[in-house]
């Protein structure tokens, strides 16, 4: 993790910095370095060089005088109060902030609170790289990013300490997430969700197959039959003392492909993310356990591989769920919601939730509705989606309600079973409905498919931890 430092503006100098980025707006040198000794430089630049009043307008220049600085970097963040000024700063520094071990970054006076916290995630998110598996390392594959100084004259280590709460998280998730199949199976998964559990007090354990069998989870124990890896359903538990119970699900599908309704090869690679949802779920327990959320979370992620075998579950088999309900599988790659039914009934009956979210790289039907940058999203309250969507605007991720629209069931009705596990088209729709049918019908209920924003070309997004963590937060009050 990079190293934060805060200090106040006028202690500009007194910290050799390789880049300082200073926002400048409209014409304006921020107020407080108005003092400094290099104003006058500044304000060349300012009046000569190339930058114009367009938000995101960037010069960098090498100041004559290069005791504390070798570079400023002046970014225009625009006169328009409304745009999202760490984007401005982020977009113009881009490739520079990485390149040097000590960046420092003044923030304008009245914006230190907001900024500090998405410049913080802006540059844990730049810097991130994983190298497990490199015997080697390119230049390219290097930042340099060491240490970043805030100059701010507002307190804000409540902020940065959040900040790092959140990178911290976010960091294990992506790492998990970019584990290939070979590396992380549901059993290692397991044990990474016991570390992080041992490290931020709050208690894992997990049920095999044996136990599974046991209690007759057919779902989850019909995806991993084509597996030589073990199933495992981790159960995580925070704070079991609070009042509310919330239980977080997750798909921990950690290499499907598709099973004997097998995909095609074009980037089946991909499919080692399939597991994110329940990573998701970790790295929410992680957050809440380091800024103490008076809830009681429970974190139960469905891990499994999906591969054909002979042993492997066929189309047209009947599995008969934990819920006791039947279903018939038409498609085997339609696996994360058989999963998810009995991770959902476990924990209404073993925990009594007051309230149940889950999150799944669900189905590709919803990339095909909303694309990669916005979540798709489904509840069983109007209340709660509609402060569900307000959590993830205040946090900047795109996402979108799609109707649980009960017209659509007739589809996931089976001749021979309960169920059927797909429906004939709204396949994003379908598999909110199929799980819906798992949900006691007084719970409230959230369902995130994150089929098209879990992760891009850059690797895992982390999507959806801030949207939770930030809702989670409003609960204790209702
Ligand atoms: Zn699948």
């Known amino acids: 993790m990079l190293n934060i430092l805060t200090s106040k503006t006028n202690t500009i100098g007194q910290t050799k910095l390789n880049l300082l980025v200073i926002p400048v707006i409209g014409k304006t040198v921020l107020?407080?370095?108005?003092?400094?000794?290099?104003?006058?430089?500044?304000?060349?630049h300012l009046n000569f060089a190339d930058l114009t009043d367009q938000a995101g307008s960037s010069v960098l220049f090498y100041p004559q005088d290069r005791k504390f600085t070798e570079r400023i970097l002046l970014v225009q963040l625009g006169k328009n109060k409304n745009t999202d000024a760490s984007k401005t700063i982020f977009k113009a520094i881009g490739a520079h902030i990485t390149k040097h071990a000590t960046t420092g970054i003044v923030l304008p006076a009245g914006q230190e609170?907001?900024?500090?916290?998405?410049?913080?995630?802006?540059?844990?998110?730049?810097?991130?790289?994983?190298?497990?598996?490199?015997?080697?390392?390119?230049?390219?594959?290097?930042?340099?990013?060491?240490?970043?100084?805030?100059?701010?004259?507002?307190?804000?280590?409540?902020?940065?300490?959040?900040?790092?709460?959140?990178?911290?998280?976010?960091?294990?998730?992506?790492?998990?997430?970019?584990?290939p199949a070979n590396k992380l199976t549901p059993t290692t998964l397991a044990e990474a969700a016991e570390k992080v559990g041992k490290e931020n007090k709050f208690s894992v354990k997990s049920l095999n197959e044996t136990d599974m069998a046991k209690l007759g989870m057919g779902g989850i124990l019909s995806v991993s039959k084509g597996s030589d890896?073990?199933?495992?359903?981790?159960?995580?538990?925070?704070?079991?003392?609070?009042?509310?119970?919330?239980?977080?699900?997750?798909?921990?599908?950690?290499?499907?492909?598709?099973?004997?309704?097998?995909?095609?090869?074009?980037?089946?690679?991909?499919?080692?993310?399939?597991?994110?949802?329940?990573?998701?779920?970790?790295?929410?327990?992680?957050?809440?356990?380091?800024?103490?959320?008076?809830?009681?979370?429970?974190?139960?992620?469905?891990?499994?591989?999906?591969?054909?075998?002979?042993?492997?579950?066929?189309?047209?088999?009947?599995?008969?769920?934990?819920?006791?309900?039947?279903?018939?599988?038409?498609?085997?790659?339609?696996?994360g919601r058989m999963v998810l039914a009995d991770g959902i009934a476990y924990a209404q009956k073993h925990y009594k939730p007051n309230f149940i979210i889950d999150i799944a790289t669900l189905t590709g039907s919803v990339v095909g509705a909303l694309g990669t940058k916005i979540t798709g999203a489904f509840g069983n309250n109007s209340k709660n989606n509609k402060d569900f969507a307000k959590a993830t605007q205040d946090c900047g991720e795109d996402t979108h309600f799609l109707p649980l629209y009960t017209g659509y069931s007739e589809e996931i009705k089976s001749s021979v079973a309960d169920l059927a596990n797909i429906g004939k088209g709204a396949g994003a729709i379908a598999a909110a409905l199929f799980l819906y049918e798992f949900i006691d019908k007084k719970i409230p209920w959230l369902h995130l498919d994150i089929a098209g924003t879990a992760w891009d070309k850059d690797g895992p997004t982390g999507v959806m931890t801030h949207s939770i963590i930030h809702y989670l937060r409003t609960l204790p009050k209702r």
């Open 113 to 179: 609170k907001i900024l500090a916290p998405k410049i913080l995630s802006n540059a844990f998110k730049d810097s991130f790289r994983f190298h497990e598996h490199r015997t080697k390392l390119e230049d390219a594959d290097k930042h340099k990013l060491e240490t970043l100084v805030l100059f701010s004259d507002k307190k804000i280590d409540n902020e940065i300490k959040e900040a790092l709460v959140f990178g911290e998280a976010l960091q294990t998730l992506k790492q998990l997430a970019h584990r």
């Open 229 to 335: 890896e073990e199933a495992r359903m981790i159960l995580m538990d925070y704070n079991p003392k609070a009042k509310k119970t919330i239980a977080i699900i997750g798909k921990g599908i950690t290499f499907d492909s598709g099973g004997i309704s097998i995909k095609p090869s074009k980037d089946m690679h991909e499919m080692k993310f399939d597991m994110i949802g329940g990573a998701t779920v970790i790295a929410i327990l992680q957050i809440a356990s380091a800024l103490k959320l008076p809830l009681h979370l429970v974190g139960i992620i469905c891990a499994s591989e999906n591969l054909p075998s002979g042993k492997a579950t066929k189309p047209g088999d009947i599995v008969k769920t934990y819920s006791g309900k039947t279903v018939e599988v038409l498609n085997t790659d339609a696996e």
């Open 31 to 44: 107020k407080s370095l108005e003092k400094s000794g290099f104003k006058d430089s500044l304000h060349h």
